[in-house]
């Protein structure tokens, strides 16, 4: 390839946690598997293929679920085993370069336009780690191969399960006009909504729009649906940099002092600190709520948990009860702010000298 054109890896693990547990009880093979709990609020985390093809997929209520699939066979959510196995993954890869994109537990991107080994294209380079990552873990990869991450990603769903597709750039363009307009990165449902109500539907249609169309109907999102429709999208691949805690904090424009507006700016925080972690693959123990009244006196609550924050609702779940725990406010609150630490690596050493436990404080 000549100077300037990328080889990017979009490497996506297939039905990742719902294999995982296949692999690990013979039981469960060749049955409609969903990881997630049967529960009434209950989410499906994962489906396995057998599931799928009941129509069963992440992200459904599990009532839902089941009404789909009555043999479906619930499997609760076992993370310390993923991450195990996404590490395994991400050494794999390191094998071949340094710039690895974390998404998930289970998806990244890499960029191997200099590959270590030395292979003569990305497809040899994708189809050696997948086989790799086969030996490692015992279980299936897909890739997608392209010049950018918008069609590397959308490549690796092409050929699922365990199979591979390339898009090179002179087939980009073909490519991107017969996608549906859904399927653009940063499209969501209502976006498109309003792109059908202006007669796009496809790739092909974005193509039709000038740049000026675009600006004026959907504002800064424009120029990037502009270049994104002619296959342009010169995003790096960023390796997420190692951090020591994530967290996120608000000043309100006037002071809170109802707890319904309270716990709302809470959530919206434990949201914005929850998928960093899960971009970045970093789990904390520690939860941190800090709170600024108006009068700028300060109040930290933290608590630290058994094992590193899992998921979303239980960030926000031990948001919400920090918060709780300086009702009702004394004075109108001016800034909250949310907080994770106490990554792995850091916990190790706790974990030696001790300070694992609850701890419920208020700190300076
Ligand atoms: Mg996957």
Redesign the pocket.
């Known amino acids: 390839m000549e100077g300037g054109i990328r080889k990017i890896i979009h490497v996506?693990?297939?039905?990742?946690y719902a294999s995982v547990e296949q692999r690990d009880d013979p039981a469960l093979r060749g049955r409609p598997v969903a990881v997630g709990y049967a529960a009434k609020r209950g989410v499906v985390a994962a489906a396995s293929y057998e599931a799928r093809a009941f129509g069963v997929h992440s992200a459904m209520p599990s009532t839902t679920a089941m009404r789909k699939c009555a043999e479906l066979v619930f499997v609760p959510p076992r993370f310390d085993v993923y991450r195990a196995v996404s590490r395994q993954i991400r050494e794999t890869f390191a094998d071949y370069t340094d710039l690895i994109e974390p998404l998930s537990l289970?998806?990244a991107y890499l960029d191997v336009t200099a590959n270590w080994r030395g292979l003569p294209t990305a497809s040899e380079t994708a189809a050696e780690i997948r086989a790799r990552i086969k030996e490692a873990t015992g279980l299936n990869a897909s890739a997608g191969i392209s010049y950018c991450k918008f069609l590397a990603k959308l490549a690796s769903d092409q050929r699922k399960p365990n199979g591979q597709f390339v898009i090179t750039p002179g087939r980009g363009p073909a490519f991107i006009a017969a996608l549906p307009i859904d399927k653009f990165h940063g499209v969501g449902p209502k976006t498109a909504e309003k792109m059908a109500r202006l007669g796009i539907f496809t790739g092909a249609d974005l193509q039709q729009q000038s740049l000026a169309f675009l600006q004026a109907n959907f504002g800064k999102s424009g120029p990037w649906y502009y270049a994104i429709s002619r296959g342009e999208d010169d995003r790096a691949v960023t390796p997420n940099r190692p951090r020591k805690s994530s967290g996120s904090e608000t000043t309100f424009v006037r002071d809170l002092t109802d707890p319904a507006e309270i716990e709302a700016g809470v959530l919206s925080m434990a949201d914005e600190v929850w998928d960093w972690c899960d971009k970045a693959q970093a789990f904390g123990r520690t939860v941190t709520v800090k709170i600024k009244y108006a009068d700028f006196q300060q109040a930290t609550r933290s608590r630290t948990l058994s094992a590193p924050v899992a998921s979303r609702d239980v960030l926000r779940a031990v948001g919400i009860e920090l918060v709780r725990s300086v009702y009702p406010p004394a004075k109108g609150i001016r800034l909250l702010g949310v907080t994770v630490s106490g990554f792995e690596r850091e916990q190790e050493g706790a974990i030696e000298t001790g300070q694992l436990g609850l701890d419920l404080g208020l700190a300076s």
Do not use: G, L
């Open positions: 996506d693990m297939d039905a990742f289970d998806e």
